[in-house]
């Protein structure tokens, strides 16, 4: 079987990961106020049989644990960023293209089309309308050729139109720009529902010179099953539970907003209008959907993929960074990076390096490799015992910020609204030199003791629970 989302909805099941609730709820609040109420259980897939006003089953929570993603693309969850840094320089397979596809059992055109039947949902309480969250926009570079996938927020608008907020600094932003430029359209797909693979391929930080759908084949170990799409100039993914066909007007420009992001805090945009040309899916599909604020839009968001180019643009100043994390409670802001710290300068430099690196960091706590930046315990340690604010610490201000951040300054300027922050970098390193030895270190000969050897397999399964408890709940 190919992989798609249904076979990896059921591997979770099997594991655990999965709750169903067969009772009828209403979409949008209801919907939403579960999947929150369980984040703090280990933030669990949930799949709600039947919805009010839906013709198809609703999932959410799918992507709330780095665990998760890992354990669906076969990595182990401290070697997928190692994997998507290394993934876009691998020889990929090229996807494989089929005339029957799945995604396309049932095809909408013109009149039948009616997004305001399906189950897209007003998330925040404060939201605009009703979002489109989970959909990845599937574009062509003009430049290089090549398919290009991200996740962006789209309002629906009507029953056959939608905006598509892509940051001008991002790729689709780039796309749409040179389209305006020309004074030409933008075909796109949004495929809405796949294998988990489809969404991580898309936030993997590749070059425009990298073919999404190849990348996607790199996850999977398998080459993409793909099908020319039915209404525009693309091949789309034969697996997927849903696709909205369509084309942009760039110069069509449409407020779009409050919306509830990832700080957790509401914003507004103005983004282009997207006319809906097809919807095709499956006979019998499930509609994925996606909580902005909640652990799943962290986790699928920053890992691998930010934190895979956050890592990599740190070694390329400091060759001996060894890994990094933004931590989901840290609403994507700050950066725990650790080194093998080979230069006094280390440290410093790996600050500056990931604030050039990722202009959404605010704060970055670098330690030495001793230290598990999954653990983050261990890194205010470090921060505690290890560092002297007069020296350790490096201000920097008046740089650039982004608009979700409530405590930034907003200003406009004449090509548009722009933000300024002020960043803080701790070097939590040890000198080369000099430093007490730590007084928890084990005992020689004890070093790699696994506890393991001294309990009952019923004993260790239950600490095994406790430690799972013990962490983050959104890690």
């Not at 919907?31 to 839906?54: D, H, N, Q, R, W």
């Not at 849903?242 to 507004?268: A, T």
């Not at 945009?269 to 040309?277: D, H, M, R, S, Y």
Request: charged share 25%; glycine share 8%.
């Amino acid at each position: 079987m190919s992989p798609n989302l249904q076979e990896y909805l059921s591997t979770l099941e099997e594991s655990g990961e999965l709750f169903r609730v067969r009772r009828q709820v209403t979409k949008g609040p209801e919907i939403l106020s579960v999947v929150k109420a369980l984040e703090p259980y280990g933030a669990p897939a949930v799949l709600f049989e039947s919805v009010a006003g839906s013709p198809w089953p609703v999932v959410m929570g799918t992507f709330g644990t780095r665990a998760r993603l890992a354990h669906s693309l076969g990595v182990a969850k401290g070697e997928l960023v190692e994997r998507a840094i290394q993934l876009p320089f691998e020889r990929l397979p090229e996807p494989i293209t089929v005339s029957n596809a799945a995604s396309q059992e049932v095809v909408l055109q013109e009149a039948e089309i009616d997004l305001k039947a399906m189950p897209f949902a007003q998330h925040s309480k404060s939201d605009a309308g009703e979002y489109i969250t989970a959909g990845v926009v599937l574009a062509r570079d003009p430049r290089t050729g090549k398919l290009n996938t991200g996740m962006y927020r789209m309002m629906v608008t009507g029953s056959h139109t939608i905006t598509v907020n892509a940051a001008p600094d991002h790729d689709l932003g780039r796309i749409f720009a040179a389209a305006r430029e020309r004074q030409e359209k933008v075909h796109i797909a949004v495929i809405i529902g796949h294998h988990p693979a489809y969404l991580v391929g898309s936030q993997v930080k590749n070059t425009v010179a990298v073919d999404s759908h190849e990348i996607v084949g790199g996850l999977l170990n398998e080459a993409l099953r793909v099908t020319p799409a039915v209404s525009v100039d693309l091949p789309v993914p034969a697996d997927a539970e849903m696709v909205l066909e369509g084309v942009v007007d760039p110069n069509d420009l449409l407020s779009e907003g409050p919306f509830g992001e990832f700080s957790y805090h509401y914003g507004e945009a103005k983004a282009p209008v997207c006319t809906i040309t097809a919807v095709t899916h499956r006979r019998n599909p499930i509609f994925l959907d996606l909580h902005p604020t909640h652990a799943e839009h962290l986790c699928l968001w920053l890992y691998p993929g930010r934190e895979a180019r956050l890592l990599e643009g740190v070694r390329r100043s400091v060759p001996g960074a060894v890994a990094a994390r933004i931590p989901f409670h840290g609403g994507s802001f700050s950066a725990y990076i650790s080194v093998n710290k080979r230069k006094e300068g280390d440290g410093k430099q790996a600050i500056l390096a990931a604030f050039a690196t990722d202009h959404f960091l605010k704060n970055v706590i670098v330690v030495d490799d001793d230290i598990d930046v999954l653990d983050t315990g261990r890194v205010l340690w470090a921060a505690d015992v290890r560092v002297q604010a007069d020296v350790d610490t490096v201000r920097l201000e008046g740089m650039k910020g982004i608009r979700m951040d409530p405590s930034a300054k907003q200003f406009f300027t004449p090509i548009g609204s722009d933000t300024l922050t002020a960043k803080v970098g701790v070097d939590a390193t040890r000198p080369l030199t000099g430093f007490p030895e730590q007084a928890d270190l084990p005992h020689p000969g004890f070093e790699n003791l696994h506890f393991e050897a001294y309990l009952s397999p019923e004993d260790t399964a239950k600490i095994i629970k406790r430690k799972g408890l013990r962490e983050d709940f959104m890690e």
